[in-house]
């Protein structure tokens, strides 16, 4: 196992290498407690908005707190209701008007403490208020760090769909503590690990093969983890400084979420039916599959996908959703269409040649992907 | 009058140079039917939402819809009420839901057509609709032509104060179309005309000079007018090179502001007493007359500001605003803490040496700032 950038103390950085908006993200074990240090280095003297879940703050809002005290760093805490019922213009203009009415300054730091929805929306707040405060992720889930926390990508969810309202703003740093990654339940681990296993799905076929191999020491803890979350991040960010602003290669990251979203979306977005790394799961597979109906890959590549995701305990089939026998194409293919990376009509879909070899499909026909789902709904497996 | 930008049709062009995000002004009488040639080759095939408010739209909605139609660019409107009511998050939210319902892509454009109020709303709905449309600014009044069109300061009000909530967002073009400000109440012209006067007394004393002459043909329209708005234009587009984002120089746009902002909050915000133009009108003077209470500058630098706005229809003074026998020095003084230019506490105010020589405070005395206040609430001239 490789750790090129691992030091003595079991910390992990990646860069980030964006010119003016680059950033360190610090990976490993107990990196909370870092935050006075770094933040000190960061913007000496500026004050700290603990942006939060109810959730988080009960678990570990203490101790961070207890951190910025020790290093007189003066703070406040802003706590949302969990969930992603919080990823809407409501909870943001109540972010963004608590961190007004705490009179933060423009120099002053959001630290998103929380999972994928926290970060979401605490990167969106910080980056209006004021036209823009400075912004520390500290993601508390594994999706979170593997994924949401790294690249700038913010939003809140419209009627239309998921995401739709938001901002690039990049964090000035990222701290990602595995440990806390122990107090998550099983099956928000276990959805993050989709977002990791697609890094390996898209151009990473070694990787794909290691958490083959290595996916319970991963989920244990520790140093297997700790590369794991690594490594993602290091995919995550080759791409982001290849295409910041989703021009093109970035797209790639979206494999499996065009199907992922529109199975979200015809959940009513309800996590007890589907959690998004699940729909990232099903969604991978179907994207595995829809590539080899197009006769871009073997089989054999969803396949060996379908048992890796099975191994861990992730879904792979439409039909194990929870009320998925109401599901219709019609209203699937409706929830594709608003999907942000449709240009001009012309449905775009990453496809894949292989695990580890996807691609960016622009000009997929609507007929064929309608067909596709029309075969999938109807297999009750 | 040197007007080197000219063109024979009598268009002026100023790039505002900012690398990857630079753009054109296009200023003169007419330019508004140029914009079906400026859509086409800035993004041929795209759909426009005109996003204006319901005065302008009435006044010139049907002409800019002909030029749309005559270029066979596809377009809807989304008429917000006239008026600052409408910077706020329930409108925001209104502006991107109808964006997202008419299916505006990510290379859509929206057409911000209007006033302040419009550009400031349009341009911030656009930035954070699907992580950014693109975003033509099509400014209707005085004010919006010379300052908030240019440099891609947007945003909202917040209970806190005004533009608290936003984005830095560069539109991708602005078309200023001069003879479309013939149709502006006399009031709002003058209200423009004090942004193009606080230029010359930033740092061009030679336009100081030139309007106090000219000023009664900049009012009457056709060249003088256009040279006015242009030159005010290269000014903010040379200022917003040197400092996009406000980290410096930038502060010196807000001469005359800080104390402005504050009367206009005072007012709560009420067009009916006090407009934002002519709060800028008083602030400056206020701000000349604060310098020469500094010793920064000679009081008769004051003098001449206040003469040259008298002469044109501006106020000058706090005590002319209908209902200011019940502002306080408090009042004022907490507006002004809550402005965004505050950092770690400390005030900071534009200041000058004469008319064309401001400069940046950031440690002026919260204790003088207040005895001047009261000395100028106490004086009913």
Redesign the interface.
């Known amino acids: 196992m490789p750790d090129p950038g691992l030091t003595q103390t079991g910390v992990e950085t990646v860069r980030v290498d964006l010119g003016p908006r680059s950033y360190d993200i610090c990976i490993g074990d107990g990196v909370l407690a870092s935050v006075g240090e770094h933040f000190a280095e960061l913007r000496p003297?500026a004050r700290a908005a603990i942006v939060t879940d109810e959730t988080v703050d009960v678990i570990h809002g203490d101790a961070l707190r207890a951190h910025l005290d020790q290093a007189n760093i003066s703070h406040v805490t802003i706590a949302v209701p969990a969930g992603e019922v919080s990823k809407s213009?409501a909870s943001l203009?109540d972010v963004?008007?608590q961190l007004?009415?705490a009179g933060m300054?423009?120099?002053d730091v959001v630290l998103a403490f929380g999972g994928g929805v926290v970060g979401d929306l605490a990167g969106?707040a910080a980056?209006?208020?004021?036209?823009?405060m400075d912004l520390v992720q500290i993601p508390t889930s594994l999706l979170a760090q593997v994924d949401s926390s790294v690249g700038g990508?913010t939003?809140i969810n419209?009627?239309?769909?998921k995401n739709?309202?938001?901002?690039?703003n990049q964090p000035q740093l990222v701290l990602a503590d595995t440990v806390l990654l122990d107090t998550l339940p099983k099956r928000e681990l276990r959805a993050g690990y989709a977002e990791m296993l697609k890094y390996g799905a898209i151009d990473r076929p070694d990787f794909f093969a290691w958490l083959e191999d290595n996916h319970a020491a991963v989920f244990f803890g520790g140093d297997a983890r700790r590369h794991a979350v690594a490594t993602s991040c290091r995919v995550k960010a080759d791409v982001v400084k290849a295409d910041e602003?989703?021009g093109g290669v970035r797209a790639l990251l979206n494999l499996g979420h065009t199907f992922g979203h529109a199975l979200e979306a015809a959940v009513d977005y309800d996590a007890r039916r589907l959690v998004h790394g699940e729909g990232v799961a099903i969604g991978m597979v179907l994207a595995h599959e829809f590539s080899a109906r197009m006769n871009h890959c073997s089989p054999d590549e969803a396949i060996r996908l379908r048992a890796h995701l099975t191994a861990v305990g992730l879904p792979t089939d439409i039909t194990t959703i929870p009320g998925s026998e109401a599901f219709t194409t019609e209203r699937l293919m409706d929830a594709i269409a608003q999907d942000?990376k449709?240009?001009?009509g012309a449905l775009t879909f990453i496809l894949t040649r292989g695990i580890g070899e996807a691609f960016v499909a622009d000009d997929v026909p609507r007929a064929e992907a309608s067909a596709f789902l029309d075969q999938k709904l109807a297999t009750k497996e």
Do not use: N, P, Y
Request: positive net charge; aromatic residues 8%.
């Open positions: 003297g213009f203009q963004v008007t007004l009415a300054e423009r120099g969106f980056g209006i208020t004021r036209r823009g990508k939003g419209a009627a239309q769909g739709l309202v938001g901002l690039f602003l989703e942000k449709v240009k001009r």
